[in-house]
Every structure is written in structure tokens, then in C-alpha cells.
């Protein structure tokens, strides 16, 4: 499946459009190319994602079994799709909780500076957690934001990622579950965006410019 698109905005400085901006700046200079036209080439089918996520609710399951009650941290906003199947499929005593994280740098840089731009509205000091993320990339906000969490001291605190791309990583972390491995590849869909589209695709595609 192929999807045409264009790309809006201000990409340069979105972190929650990162490889864009890479992408972006590097080939050509500033935000002029946001408005490349790409395709968005399926990767990962609606179908496999939720029969992905079906075995990973049973290790969850397994894992939390008795608990009286488990947080799930939706971290905003590319987990809100996957956060919603994942507890619906878990048949377990659940809270939602949200949290916003975003990074910056200077956009091309690989350092990178996590922020909590909104924070969760319940305490977690002596609960059990599970925090959802969409993408591990550099790896810095899912390290930052479990660091967070558990300085304030919850029983058991544990992450999960619908996609991880190792190849990208820049301190080490990796979620305790996660969906599927994929290439260093920009994508889209199932709640992830490019420069705040594509949000809404049920699949994960890859974007692929076409000039
Ligand atoms: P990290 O701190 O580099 O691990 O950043 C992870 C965040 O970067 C994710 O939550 C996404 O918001 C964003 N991101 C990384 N890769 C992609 C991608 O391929 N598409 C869209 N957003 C991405
Ligand atoms: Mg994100």
C-alpha cells in the first residue's frame, strides 16, 4: 500500500520529527524542503500489530499478575494509539496516566535535551508502572523519562515500545518489551507523525520522498 503526502511546517525544529529534520537539513538547506512530496509505503500491517500485541498483553499479564493496580503512562503524543489497544487487551486492574516528553536540540545534533512538557496527574510512589512509548531511537527520552519515574519511587516500574531502531541508539537503553525491530527508516501511522500527520493510518509505513 502506498500513500502520497506532503510535508508542512516547522520540521526543523519538531522533535517529534527528528529524522525529517535530518533529512531536511542535511540534503538541502532549511525548512524550504518541508514541503517535499513523499509516498508512505506500508512496513508493518495493522494485523500484525495487533496479534504483536496480543503476546505482548500475556507477558505483561504474567508479569503484573496480583497487582492491585497498574499505571499505564501513555507518553504523548505517538503512543496514544498503541496505548489505547494495549489496555484493552489487558485483563488486568489498569489507571491511564499521560505524560509529554520532548527533546531538543539544535536539530541536527545528536545531544539531546529531554523536557517534561506535561506531567502525570497521579503519584506513583509505591505502584506499579508501565510506561508506553511509541519509538526508542537515540534512546533519550524513554531513558529519561524511566529515570524520572522511578526517582519517585514506585514498586515496580517496567517500558514498553511499539518499535525500537537499535541502529540509531546514542545511550543504552531498551524498553523492557517491545513490538517490533525495525531499520533506520522514518515512519509513520498507528499514532506516529511526520511533522504532525499520518497520525491516523492504521499501519506503520515508511516515508520515502519522491523528489
Ligand atoms: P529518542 O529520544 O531519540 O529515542 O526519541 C524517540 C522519539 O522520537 C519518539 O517518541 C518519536 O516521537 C520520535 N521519532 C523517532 N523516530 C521516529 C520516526 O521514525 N517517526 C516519527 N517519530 C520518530
Ligand atoms: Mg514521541
Same mark, same amino acid.
Given at each position: ?18 529524522? &525529517? ?7 538541502? $538547506?532549511?525548512?524550504?524542503?518541508? +514541503? ?18 496480543? @503476546?505482548?498483553?500475556?507477558?505483561? $499479564? *504474567? ?11 501513555? /507518553?504523548?503524543?505517538?503512543? !496514544?494509539?498503541?496505548?489505547?489497544? /494495549?489496555?484493552?487487551?489487558?485483563? #488486568?486492574?489498569?489507571?491511564?496516566? !499521560? ?28 505502584? @506499579? ?8 531511537? +537515540? ?14 519511587? &514506585?514498586?515496580?516500574?517496567?517500558? =514498553?515500545? #511499539? ?8 545511550? @543504552?537503553?531498551?524498553?523492557?518489551? *517491545?513490538?517490533?525491530? =525495525? ?10 507523525? !511526520?511533522? $504532525? ?11 520515502? !520522498?519522491?523528489?
Amino acid at each position: 500500500m502506498s500513500l502520497s503526502g506532503w510535508a508542512f511546517g516547522n520540521l526543523a525544529f519538531e522533535r517529534d520529527s527528528a529524522a &525529517p529534520c535530518r533529512i531536511v537539513l542535511g540534503e538541502n $538547506q532549511g525548512v524550504a524542503m518541508a +514541503t517535499r512530496p513523499y509516498e508512505i509505503d506500508e512496513m508493518i500491517s495493522a494485523k500484525s500489530i495487533a496479534a504483536r500485541i496480543e @503476546d505482548l498483553c500475556r507477558d505483561i $499479564q *504474567t508479569e503484573f499478575e496480583g497487582t492491585d493496580k497498574l499505571v499505564v503512562v501513555g /507518553l504523548l503524543r505517538g503512543s !496514544f494509539v498503541f496505548i489505547a489497544d /494495549l489496555v484493552r487487551e489487558l485483563d #488486568l486492574p489498569i489507571e491511564v496516566d !499521560f505524560l509529554e516528553a520532548s527533546s531538543y536540540g539544535d536539530g541536527m545534533e545528536s545531544s539531546r535535551e529531554v523536557r517534561i512538557l506535561k506531567d502525570l496527574r497521579g503519584t506513583i510512589e509505591g505502584r @506499579d508502572v508501565l510506561v508506553v512509548e511509541d519509538i526508542v531511537d +537515540t534512546g533519550h527520552t524513554l531513558n529519561h523519562v524511566t529515570n524520572l519515574l522511578l526517582s519517585r519511587l &514506585p514498586a515496580r516500574l517496567k517500558s =514498553i515500545a #511499539l518499535l525500537d531502531k537499535p541502529s540509531r541508539r546514542e545511550v @543504552d537503553f531498551k524498553a523492557d518489551w *517491545t513490538g517490533f525491530e =525495525i531499520p533506520d527508516e522514518f515512519v509513520v501511522g498507528y499514532g506516529i507523525d !511526520f511533522a $504532525q500527520r499520518n497520525r491516523n493510518l492504521p499501519y506503520i509505513g515508511k516515508v520515502r !520522498f519522491t523528489e
